[in-house]
T-cell receptor, first 111, second 111 residues
């Protein structure tokens, strides 16, 4: 069966520090991968998506970047975190249009 | 660009009462609509999709293209239905399975 792992579960980082959040999928090949930010009262905002290795599309301008070094690995990064980067980040995968499977999420606090 | 609106951030009902979570969308093409649910301490997961025309956990949703709505309904709410509900839209075509989410509605079912 397919599973998605996302880590770490929580992270507290100082302003200006780098960030790396990792997401891996098991049990499927060539999935579409997505990074979302979930904010209270604002729903889920799609940050990046990827349809294949090395193929990244950004949905919103921001301080973050994403990479897909392997078929089932998706990484969210930042060189220097801002206070506004705090939030709850979700990774998801899909092979059927519109049906997405979500990870458990990472709670990021930038102080 | 597409947009999904869930006008109610919070919705409270009593057990056994009917419940309707509203969702309106704007999109010029033929969208696919979904409802996702997040129970306490669980991952965000698909509840139902409009093309399936099925009832899941007693919930149904009908796509009304004239009113551009996809309201989620259940005739008799249960306490275990308490959760965050998101309406989502996929634009189809070459959208790469991307979903546009509404802001979410927190449903609380009181005993």
């Amino acid at each position: 069966s397919q599973t998605i792992h996302q880590w770490p579960a929580t992270l507290v980082q100082p302003v200006g520090s780098p960030l790396s959040l990792e997401c891996t999928v098991e049990g499927t090949s060539n999935p579409n991968l997505y990074w979302y930010r979930q904010a209270a009262g604002r729903g889920l905002q799609l940050l990046f998506y990827s349809v294949g290795i090395g193929q990244i599309s950004s949905e919103v301008p921001q301080n973050l970047s994403a990479s897909r070094p392997q078929d089932r690995q998706f990484i969210l990064s930042s060189k220097k975190l801002l206070l506004s980067d705090s939030g709850f980040y979700l990774c998801a995968w899909s092979v059927i249009r519109g049906i997405q499977y979500f990870g458990a999420g990472t709670r990021l606090s930038v102080l | 660009a597409q947009r999904v609106t869930q006008p109610e951030k919070l919705l409270s009902v009593f057990k056994g009462a009917p419940v309707e979570l509203k969702c309106n969308y704007s999109y010029s093409g033929s969208p696919e609509l979904f409802w996702y649910v997040q129970y306490s301490r669980q991952r965000l997961q698909l509840l139902l999709r409009h093309i399936s025309r099925e009832s899941i956990k007693g919930f149904t949703a009908d796509l009304n293209k004239g009113e551009t709505s996809f309201h989620l309904k259940k005739p008799f709410a249960q306490e275990e239905d308490s959760a965050m509900y998101y309406c989502a839209l996929n634009a189809g075509g070459t959208s790469y399975g991307k979903l546009t989410f509404g802001q979410g509605t927190i449903l609380t079912v009181h005993p």
